[in-house]
């Protein structure tokens, strides 16, 4: 094992948390716990316009949702400027970075005839050597060697080589006090001592850059390792026209954040076996860097429903009632009790009850208001759902009445004395559907619903009673 892993993750905090910024994170927080390392966390917030101190702490709160927990942090580059003067300082006193006074029309001058001329553009050098103006506008600029192999082992994709021409003197700082992101990464990854960068593959072309930075500054610069691209189902990169993008949405839809976890540590790797069921700790056990792809890794939302659901069904009913709660519509919920829309009270068990009869069906947290809504409010329903097959409404009628009467002589109202009764009932009637059928619509009016006598258990004799009485008025 080596020792001292370091792995960080570096949010900008300019949007919400991306569900591919959110992998990296996952990947490596894994990563460090995999080898008994830390964990930092580093806000890149250089770009002030952008950066919004909103979207760092909905990006903190997403990351401890998951359970992606730091060591260390969060850091804040704007907290830092004082650091990267001294190494801005450096590069300019050791002349290995340069003022450039270029404006911006200058510089797209410069683009066009470089084009015209059928050569690549990169920076001209008009400024590199230019006196000290500092009465200009300027930025600095790294000096690059020309015609130089930029070589780096990445641990997932192997050997990638550039060559320096295709970078030129890039900007490496606005002012002595404010690098860009390239040189802000290159100074926090060495100041941290951080051991491996584990990210998305759209950073590649940056590693170069931040390769020939380090060795500008004389310094060591960590392993990499990039991410394949998360697409979408069209196989382009996942952005909002796929739908949902950031951890935040889904967290609203009603995913779980094991099932989140658990879906996203596949985004790019699998244990190599057919076990599709990974919670935090076994991740941590299992997880090998080796076994990441290099293609692009598609995300397929069946895939993290039929995931969720499965967390789901482990909920203890009392814990998946909690997180059920938010979604359920009908309830009210006033110093610690809880009330219909009539003004009733109701009990938590109640609630229990009700959520526990649809935990199966659920894939998502959010579909409990549209499935168990019967149960707290007053439903309403066409009469003609109450007809089984071509029962004509005095046989209808029949069926209520055997129902009610049914109901009246059961006295000790639980799941299996209603069982008893109204299925030896219905067996009786030699035609189940006619009095199971018209019995769940009274009860639910749903045709799709949980079974009927769980929802008459539940509502207890008397609402139950009550609810069949009501569906005998409409005929
Ligand atoms: N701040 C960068 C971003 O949000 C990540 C930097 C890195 O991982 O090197 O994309
Ligand atoms: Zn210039």
Redesign the pocket.
């Given at each position: 094992m080596e020792k001292n892993i370091r792995t960080?993750?570096?949010?900008?905090p300019t949007g919400l948390l991306h569900i591919g910024?959110a992998r990296?994170a996952l990947f490596s927080y894994i990563f460090a716990k995999k080898n008994d390392g830390s964990f930092v966390l580093r806000i890149?917030d250089t770009d002030k316009e952008r950066s919004k101190k909103e979207y760092e702490n909905i990006i903190l709160e997403d990351l401890k949702w998951l359970g992606i927990n730091w060591d260390e942090g969060p850091y804040r580059q704007s907290e830092r400027e004082d650091l990267y003067k001294k190494y801005i300082e450096r590069l300019l006193t050791e002349n290995k970075a340069y003022y450039c006074y270029c404006s911006p029309d200058e510089l797209e001058a410069q683009r066009q005839d470089q084009m015209s001329r059928g050569i690549a553009p990169k920076y001209n050098r008009t400024c590199s050597n230019k006196p000290l103006d500092k009465s200009k506008p300027y930025v600095i600029r790294l000096r690059v060697m020309d015609n130089k192999k930029i070589k780096f082992n990445d641990i997932i994709r192997g050997n990638i080589e550039v060559n320096s021409d295709t970078i030129g003197d890039i900007v490496i700082a606005k002012n002595e006090t404010t690098p860009l992101?390239n040189l802000a990464?290159v100074i926090d990854d060495y100041e941290m001592s951080i051991t491996h960068?584990i990210?998305?593959e759209d950073?590649i072309p940056?590693t170069p850059k931040q390769i020939l930075i380090a060795e500008a500054l004389g310094i060591e610069h960590p392993k990499y390792a990039h991410l394949p691209l998360v697409l979408g189902t069209d196989k382009s990169k996942l952005s909002k026209r796929h739908g949902a993008v950031s951890v935040t949405e889904y967290k609203n839809m009603g995913y779980l954040p094991e099932a989140m976890v658990n879906f996203m540590a596949y985004l790019g790797w699998n244990p190599g076996t057919e076990r599709e069921i990974y919670e935090m700790e076994d991740l941590i056990k299992d997880f090998s860097i080796e076994k990441i792809q290099k293609s692009g890794a598609v995300f397929n939302i069946q895939k993290l429903d039929h995931i969720n659901a499965y967390y789901i069904r482990k909920k203890d009913i009392a814990e998946l009632t909690k997180l059920c709660l938010p979604y359920l519509k009908n309830i009210k919920i006033k110093e610690d009790k809880y009330y219909l829309e009539s003004g009733e009270e109701i009990t938590i068990e109640y609630i229990q009850k009700s959520i526990a009869i649809y935990q199966e069906r659920m894939k998502r947290l959010s579909e409990i208001n549209e499935l168990s809504d019967h149960m707290f409010k007053e439903i309403n329903y066409d009469k003609e759902l109450l007809r089984w097959k071509d029962m004509t409404d005095e046989e209808l009628s029949q069926s209520l009445d055997i129902i009610i009467n049914t109901l009246h002589k059961i006295d000790n109202w639980n799941l299996e004395n209603l069982e008893k009764e109204i299925i030896s009932e219905a067996e009786k009637t030699g035609n189940r559907g006619g009095i199971l059928w018209p019995m769940r619509v009274a009860l639910s009016g749903k045709k799709a619903s949980a079974g009927p006598l769980e929802i008459a258990n539940i509502l207890g004799k008397e609402k139950t009673i009550k609810l069949i009485e009501n569906a005998k008025k409409k005929i």
């Open positions: 960080r993750y570096a949010p900008s910024n990296s890149e992101y990464v960068v990210r998305g950073h940056n």
